[in-house]
């Protein structure tokens, strides 16, 4: 008996080391990891400098492993693992509580002079937006919204940081400094509070608000844009389909968590009831959908299915001319949002700022004259000067 | 190349596993040897040299001193060979550390020369001036054979980071082995046992005490404190421990027998124990090469006291250029002195449970010396853990704690010699065949599952999602 529990033992053994490099020579060469986001390391060079410093062989260790048979599976597990057997609170940098998951927040002192100083220098920037888009014949307005970690931020364990304060303290300087300079602004947090309800706007997996908050922003945008002069009529919901994809959805925060903890998350999307003649172009690029859906139901999908996800420019037309144009910039909330708010205006143009170098949104204004710019940020980027935040 | 790397598992192991059974036994040497110097070239190829220097003196010396006959000739061969040994450990290890601190001594900066320390040296190092010193002794045999030697020296399995093994261990197995299933086996089970010390338990048990050593000091709360003291402390015994039995196992599948390094050190009963227990290859190179040399306790009471100090300076020091190491050394120097003096005798007179606390403690504060960035950091963390003003608990330790319940638990059963019991408890079984089954088996099976458990954390540990999933 010790004998065959010794060849059996060291068989299964060797046959894992075994197993290893020679499906990982035979797999298929993958060059990006969906759950991580990001590039697989290179094969690297071998070159004679950095054979001698040894640095090739950390480079092909970096690989090999990005490369190895199996990872993803294996990270699912540990994943699975840490989740459901380590019962963890947190894996990944996620913070696992019963309504969300949200991200490990170090703490940020909230320095209320530092913050005012910050506050005061978007606004100005903002104020000089608001000034140009006007003199082009338009009216700019700020819609900032509470991320999903931010709005249900009471979720996480009494011991764990939520940063609010700082937040808090983010907002209310943010908000005024834009009034002071005149800046027409929307904040969302207090739409969302009156509701009651507000866990309902967003996803459980997802640092997005979902399509039932998109909606109410777009509503509250299109009645910010009245009392502005700029009168599109909202899509009432009768005139509108809500419908729940079946596909598996990957948010933000359950993709580095593998899916491995199931949650009710599922993408809605509105669709038109009549639909709506449109000419959508992405780059240039004549594209045919407003909603990215694959075919196949059991098929991973993402936020990416609103509009295709961030896109540096994307111009529809509607060809109604009686209605005003609209012109958004902003990062992925305002995707969802985008698929009402075309419906309501004559051309609609799309800018993501951290995708398109050629243009400045300057420039956009100049040349599609819009009647309304939005600029939709969430709450953790108010005082970014990255990206949307870098016009 | 460390063993808890895929390129070690899944490339360059299971290579070495293959030729060295393909070849016929006269080669299996040279396999050995081929793979190690990779190995080492792997980490840092120019160093490489270094070491192969170190085996070509090592070797040197064993030759001449069988070759002359007087031992005054003998001994000028081996003096200069502890000097070319201690010579290069001092150059690359102490080099920056005297000269920082000559500097400050007499009020003048020096320049660091950065010299880049050689993997492995302390270790390789040591092993060579073993085999010198035991040439010499006559305890052992010179070996001929260069690549022998260079296989002694450089054998991948402790070359990095120990065992430190002795020449007399493997003098016949060097050249002469017989490697069997058996042995195989066991080697494989010890191997995955080691893994798992060090990707299961000593990482997650690493990142704790990360967080907490490295964070702002003069704010630390008392539990917390305590918290990454213990987190430490688990760490080093599992991430040290687990590499030697990662070194004995892969010894073992290559048949050879290295001696134990640790044994359950957190069971002891009173420091000298502790240090019985772990890293007994150091101890007892210090002890052979070092404090018997010196009269060990043979000599006076104030010359033994002596000889105790000097080993533990020296012990504090191999561990590091720092004063926090010196630090160390002396402190662990100091405890055994009383100990031997009067103190292991108070202690046998009271209970067991209060031994393990009295070790447990002293054991402890010796790793928030070892673990400190410098002295002074070690008084702060230290005085810490003895704040009075407790409100309550901290929610980071909350955190900490729930995190990692788990792994605490793991932890805290690995550093007791449950195998031992369950060995024991399986012997009782009456009925041959279920004894039989519960001996072999759940072990393989616990093997294996510990075995996968340790891939996937080593896969996980570069899981390293883009900043933020900004879609």
Redesign the interface.
């Known amino acids: 008996?010790?004998?065959t529990?010794?060849?059996?033992?060291?068989g299964?053994?060797?046959l894992?080391?075994?197993w290893?490099?020679a499906a990982?020579l035979f797999s298929g060469s993958e060059t990006y990891s969906f759950?991580?986001?990001?590039n697989l390391a290179p094969l690297p060079e071998p070159e004679r400098e950095n054979?001698?410093?040894?640095a090739y062989?950390s480079e092909?260790?970096?690989y090999?492993?990005?490369h190895?048979a199996f990872?993803d599976g294996?990270?699912e597990?540990?994943?699975f693992?840490n989740v459901h057997?380590?019962?963890?609170?947190?894996v990944?940098d996620i913070v696992i509580t019963e309504n969300a998951l949200l991200?490990y927040q170090p703490e940020r002192a909230a320095d209320p002079e530092a913050i005012a100083l910050s506050a005061a220098e978007m606004a100005e920037k903002y104020e000089n937006l608001s000034a140009f888009t006007a003199a082009n014949g338009g009216v700019f307005l700020y819609v900032g919204v509470p991320e999903q970690s931010s709005m249900l931020r009471d979720s996480y364990?009494?011991?764990?940081?939520n940063n609010g304060a700082y937040l808090d303290a983010v907002e209310e300087a943010f908000f005024q400094a834009l009034d002071a300079a005149g800046v027409q602004s929307l904040n969302m947090r207090p739409v969302y509070e009156q509701s009651g309800d507000f866990e309902r706007y967003y996803f459980v997996t997802d640092?997005h608000f979902n399509m039932h908050g998109a909606y109410v922003c777009y509503r509250s945008i299109l009645e910010a844009g009245a009392a502005l002069g700029v009168a599109a009529d909202p899509l009432e919901e009768e005139e509108l389909i809500y419908e729940e994809l079946p596909n598996p959805y990957y948010g933000?925060?359950g993709?580095?968590l593998y899916n491995v903890i199931r949650t009710p998350d599922r993408l809605g999307i509105y669709r038109l009831k009549d639909p709506l003649p449109y000419i959508r172009r992405d780059n240039g690029e004549e594209v045919d959908q407003i909603f990215f859906i694959p075919e196949d139901p059991k098929e991973k999908i993402?936020?990416?299915v609103y509009m295709g996800?961030?896109v540096a420019e994307t111009v529809i037309e509607t060809g109604r001319e009686e209605l005003p144009d609209v012109l958004v910039f902003g990062?992925?909330f305002t995707n969802p949002v985008e698929t009402l708010l075309y419906a309501s205006f004559n051309r609609t143009v799309a800018v993501d700022l951290?995708h398109n170098t050629e243009k400045t949104i300057y420039e956009y204004i100049e040349e599609y004259q819009p009647d309304l710019v939005l600029c939709i940020r969430d709450d953790t980027a108010y005082l970014s000067t990255d990206g949307n935040g870098g016009f | 190349?460390v063993f808890s790397?895929?390129?070690f598992?899944?490339?360059f192991?299971?290579a070495v596993?293959?030729l060295y059974y393909a070849v016929p036994r006269k080669f299996r040497a040279g396999v050995l040897l081929i793979f190690s110097l990779f190995f080492y070239a792997?980490?840092?190829?120019?160093y490489s040299l270094i070491m192969l220097l170190s085996i070509a003196v090592n070797y040197l010396a064993g030759l001449l001193m069988t070759r002359f006959s007087t031992g005054a000739a003998k001994k000028t061969v081996l003096v200069f060979a502890l000097i070319l040994n201690l010579g290069a450990l001092v150059y690359f290890k102490y080099t920056d550390f005297l000269l920082t601190n000559i500097g400050a001594l007499f009020s003048f900066e020096i320049p660091a020369l950065e010299i880049v320390l050689p993997i492995g040296i302390s270790f390789y190092t040591f092993q060579g001036l073993s085999y010198v010193i035991d040439v010499y002794r006559g305890e052992v045999p010179v070996q001929k054979n260069p690549f022998y030697l260079a296989l002694y020296i450089s054998l991948f399995p402790q070359l990095i980071a120990g065992p430190i093994v002795r020449y007399s261990t493997v003098v016949e197995e060097i050249g002469n082995r017989r490697e069997n299933?058996?042995d195989?086996?066991a080697g494989?089970?010890r191997f995955?046992f080691g893994l798992a010390k060090k990707m299961l338990l000593a990482n997650t048990m690493g990142a704790i005490a990360d967080q907490i050593f490295d964070g702002e000091l003069s704010n630390l709360p008392a539990e917390l404190a305590w918290l990454g003291a213990i987190a430490y402390s688990f760490q080093i015994l599992f991430d040290f421990s687990g590499y030697s039995d990662m070194a004995i196992g892969i010894g073992r599948m290559f048949g050879f027998h290295f001696l134990e390094n640790f044994d359950y050190p957190y069971i002891s009963r009173s420091v000298t124990e502790f240090w019985r227990r772990w890293h007994i290859s150091l101890s007892s190179w210090f002890r052979d090469y070092v404090y018997i040399p010196l009269g060990g306790n043979r000599v006076s009471k104030p010359r033994h006291i002596c000889n105790i100090a000097i080993v533990w300076l020296l012990t504090g020091i191999w561990h590091g250029a720092s004063w926090n190491f010196v630090l160390w050394g002396v402190y662990f120097g100091a405890i055994l002195i009383v100990e031997k003096l009067f103190l292991l005798k108070w202690l046998e007179r009271i209970p067991g449970f209060f031994r393990h606390v009295y070790a447990l403690l002293l054991i402890l504060f010796g790793w928030v010396i070892f673990r400190s960035a410098d002295i002074s950091s070690a008084g702060l963390y230290l005085s810490r853990m003895f704040r009075p003003d407790f409100q309550g608990p901290d929610?980071?330790f909350?955190?900490l704690l729930?995190?990692?319940?788990?792994?605490f638990a793991a932890c805290l059963l690995a550093a007791v010699p449950v195998s031992g019991w369950l060995k024991k408890a399986v012997g009782r079984v009456k009925n041959r065949?279920l004894r039989?089954?519960l001996?072999?088996?759940p072990a393989?099976v616990f093997?294996?599952v510990l075995?996968a458990?340790s891939?996937?954390?080593l896969?996980?540990s570069?899981?390293?999602?883009?900043i933020?999933?900004?879609?």
């Open positions: 008996m010790k004998k529990a010794q060849i059996l033992f060291t299964v053994f060797l894992v080391l075994a290893f490099p990982t759950f991580e986001n990001r054979i001698l410093s040894g062989f092909f260790e970096e090999y492993v990005d190895i990872r294996m990270i597990a540990y994943t693992f057997i380590a019962d963890k609170v947190m990944n991200p364990p009494s011991y764990m940081n640092h933000s925060r993709r580095i993402t936020y990416n996800g961030d990062d992925s951290r | 190349m790397s895929v390129s598992l899944f490339l192991f299971p596993i293959a792997c980490g840092e190829p120019k299933l058996s195989f086996a494989t089970r995955i929610p980071e909350i955190y729930s995190n990692y319940k788990l792994a065949l039989e089954f001996a072999y088996y393989g093997s294996l075995f458990l891939v996937i954390y896969v996980n570069t899981f390293n999602p883009f933020y999933f900004r879609f």
